[in-house]
């Protein structure tokens, strides 16, 4: 999707949203006192290794004979014997299999202490049983039913959905409940099925062992067999498959299917392909920076010391189950203390933002209360980059007092393999605050602070995005099954960088100091979520700083002088500041200031080749062909067969009507990086307008391979068949273009939205200013005040 789509549909983790419970019973969330150890496992252990043949043929016919109970009253609403629709869980022979069938966690934490410890406090062991997804889950068994509840359910209990238990008629034990994900929910998983997600994995029968001819062993198999036979043990539980980001992908990419809504395929989150698009895969030329590649587990489950004993370690080192990432929530009501230090720990360690107050723009005209009033203090200007002080801290400049000065922050998305913020952005909350003071600590400016309720700032700027339904109201309590449409979306693409404007006045006759501050704050999760789920009465939850930085200014003359920021933090070298900077003007859809800055990144480094594509790609998306070939000139007269440059020349050369220039130059790309969808994307339509028909549908192909949701690929094939005469290919193809597209009627619920809260409208533009209210005046940029009513933050009860 085109990254300057505003009005996006890619919203919020559905797998957050629903749960799995009897029809007629709401459950509570688990209560932090109530003890966490796991149901005995009802699973007989297997008499020995080797008699696994009879353990098997026993296995087989008891799981057949409690496949056809559960059938009996199982209710297949959507598409018979499908067990998990909404949800895309499969299991080998498609048969119910009994919760207790899964060796429980504390099973194997007889050998595996340290996974155990470590498992037990993460998210995984928590999936199901918290509060913050029980009291969604509960609106939709109330709305929708638990047939519903599957889409869910499929990531959040694989166990409840393959016993059955996701059902209107459950009467079985759900102690399972409490565990989430287990050991062997994940160690049990043999195959991924597809890109699509919504737990798009095929589970196998849990096996601890394997026979000595390599078949699985159904069930517990005792201590003693496991310890004399390690190699089989790991060939039960352990294949590459889990070291891939796909595998993480199965859950971590979400839909809104029509089943599911009543209205159409809606993109719920995509962690998966944000990754897949990022520089830590190393799959995708077009990002802004290089890096090497990292997967999800790469990050998320790094080798650590171990402090229990854990045969899975290796000198001394094991891979962290903690699977540490956002969610303090969690860890923080459940007393999980180490849990929830590791993860503020991991969020503050990995440098994974930058925050660069990157310069001052200081208005000609002195301001007075009298002219402030009378919204005749700033000129309304373009913003001319030339008129900016900047980059702060290595470039003189006078900052004299009574003056209205703009400051310009730049947060780039430094290490994230993921955008800021992921998935569930209707519930998690991730803002600059940005405060100015004088020297004696007075303040003069504040945007992004918490109001006495600790709800935040409604003008702070927040990487956040506002859901809709058919009456343009905000969708609350996460209940995505009403959303139509995403009112805005101002998360930050991994890589990328965003520009934030403040707009304040510095008092005239002041003398000394000015203290400016930015830093972007975490709280997982929104006030009046919590609200909703507790009431007022509740601590407060946790607050991280992801990264900030401070500058201290004289009123007069200026020095270049470092900034301060966190401890692990480091400030970018100047052209990389400008480099930043040009990403965020370009993304805002500034082209000439985009080209200034980028402009500047060439002059302080001739040499760099992605500085040459960035200017470049100023041009393209300004449409100025004929001036972006230059620069991709210059970039492969440095590096020859650069794959990003190749990649923006082809479309140059396809406005220039070079045929086949612009296929050759897409054929190099491919074979460089063939996992490349904006190529193969490219190279397809090339193919088509050349009428190569059999060569575009093969990279169509491929590109549905690597993401089956694609429009173009849909809409391309469409055609391709009906010309080649295979029109049941053809209609299915259309079919799922018709269903995927935006609905061309949903962007009047967006602007519904809008028109009702102009005080959050102004989030919608890309180059907004945040101001106080005196400073709030028609200019050419929109502005957004921290002054004037103060309403309740969204989905607060009343």
């Known amino acids: 999707m085109n990254r300057f789509v505003r009005l996006n549909f890619g919203i919020l983790l559905l797998m957050a949203a629903a749960g799995s419970v009897r029809m007629p019973i709401m459950r509570g969330a688990t209560n932090p006192a109530t003890a966490e150890k796991s149901a005995e496992n009802k699973t007989s252990a297997a008499p020995n290794a080797s008699g696994g043949n009879t353990v098997a043929e026993n296995a087989r016919a008891s799981r057949e004979s409690y496949d056809d109970s559960i059938r009996a009253h199982y209710s297949f609403p959507f598409v018979k014997d499908n067990l998990s629709l909404p949800g895309n869980a499969e299991i080998e022979g498609n048969q119910f299999l009994p919760a207790s069938a899964y060796p429980d966690a504390e099973y194997c934490g007889h050998c595996h202490k340290e996974a155990y410890h470590q498992w037990r406090q993460s998210l995984h ?213 180490e849990q929830l230090q590791k993860t503020i720990d991991f969020l503050r360690s990995g440098n994974y933002l930058n925050v660069d107050i990157f310069g001052l723009r200081i208005h000609s005209v002195q301001a007075s209360a009298e002219t402030a009033d009378k919204h005749q203090v700033i000129d309304a200007g373009t913003d001319d980059l030339m008129h900016l002080a900047a980059p702060l801290g290595t470039s ?40 100015v003071t004088d020297t004696a600590g007075r303040e003069l400016f504040h945007s992004g602070f918490l109001r006495p309720d600790k709800s935040l700032d409604p003008s702070a700027h927040s990487f956040t995005n506002r859901p809709v339904d058919v009456t343009g109201s905000f969708v609350d309590n996460h209940k995505v099954w009403a959303i139509h449409s995403n009112a805005y979306d101002n998360s930050i693409q991994p890589g990328s960088s965003t520009l934030v404007r403040y707009r304040f006045q510095i008092p005239p006759g002041l003398k000394g100091t000015l203290r400016i501050t930015a830093r972007v704050n975490y709280r997982h999760l929104r006030q009046s ?108 007269a440095l590096h020859p067969d650069d794959a990003r440059a190749l990649y923006y020349l082809a479309l140059v050369e396809r406005r220039q009507r070079h045929s086949e220039a612009e296929v050759a130059d897409l054929q190099k790309v491919v074979a460089q990086f063939p996992e490349c969808r904006d190529a193969r994307r490219e190279l397809g339509i090339s193919y088509y307008q050349q009428h190569r028909s059999e060569e575009a549908i093969a990279q169509f192909k491929a590109l549905q391979s690597i993401d089956p949701d694609d429009l173009a690929a849909h809409y391309n094939l ?11 290919l053809a209609q299915q193809e259309a079919a799922q273009y018709t269903m995927k597209r935006i609905d061309p009627g949903a962007p009047t619920y967006s602007l519904d939205y809008l028109r009702k809260h102009p005080e959050l409208s102004i989030e919608s533009d890309p180059w907004h200013i945040h101001t106080s209210g005196a400073l709030a005046i028609p200019t050419a940029l929109h502005t957004a005040t921290s002054c004037g009513p103060q309403q309740p933050e969204e989905g607060t009860k009343p």
């Open 396 to 435: 003189d400049f006078t900052l004299p007092d009574g003056r209205v000065v703009d400051a310009w922050v730049v947060i780039q998305n430094r290490f994230m393999g993921h955008s800021l913020i992921p998935e569930v952005r209707d519930l998690y909350q991730a803002w600059v605050e940005f405060s």
């Open 529 to 636: 979520y919590l609200n909703n789920v507790f009431g007022k009465d509740h601590p407060d939850y946790p607050i991280v700083v992801l990264a900030s930085e401070t500058r201290t200014l004289k009123i007069g003359e200026n020095q270049p002088a470092p900034a301060t920021a966190l401890e692990n933090e480091t400030e970018n070298e100047d052209w990389m500041r400008w480099n930043n900077l040009g990403i965020a003007l370009l993304d805002q859809l500034q082209y000439p200031q985009a080209e200034v800055a980028f402009e500047k990144v060439l002059a302080l480094r001739p040499d760099y080749k992605d500085g040459y594509v960035n200017l470049s790609l100023t041009y393209i998306d300004w449409e100025k062909y004929a001036q972006a070939r230059a620069p991709l000139e210059k970039a492969l």
């Open 125 to 337: 062991a928590n999936s199901f049983r918290t509060p913050f997804y029980r009291n969604s889950v509960n609106i939709l068994l109330h709305t929708k039913g638990p047939e519903y509840a599957r889409h869910c359910d499929s990531c959040h209990t694989p166990i409840g959905i393959f016993a059955g238990a996701v059902n209107p008629v459950d009467t079985m034990d759900r102690s399972f409940d409490h565990d989430g994900l287990t050991c062997m929910t994940c160690h049990s998983i043999q195959a991924i099925s597809s890109r699509e997600g919504n737990g798009s994995y095929v589970m196998g029968v849990p096996a601890v062992m394997v026979d000595a001819n390599g078949k699985r062993i159904p069930g517990r198999v005792p201590d003693a067999e496991i310890l004399a036979h390690l190699d089989r043990h790991s060939k039960a539980v352990m294949q590459p498959l889990y070291h891939r980001a796909e595998f993480c992908a199965a859950c971590h990419k979400a839909s809104f299917p029509p089943m599911l809504n009543d209205y159409k395929w809606l993109r719920a989150f995509s962690a998966f392909d944000e990754w897949q698009n990022s520089k830590f895969s190393q799959e995708n030329p077009l990002t802004f920076y290089p890096a090497d590649r990292t997967t999800c587990q790469g990050c998320h489950m790094k080798r650590a010391a171990t402090t229990l004993p854990e045969p899975g370690a290796k000198k001394g080192t094991f891979v962290s189950h903690r699977w540490t990432a956002g969610n303090t929530a969690v860890p923080f009501y459940y007393g999980y203390d």
């Open 718 to 728: 469409s055609i391709l068949y009906r010309r080649k005469g295979l029109k049941q």
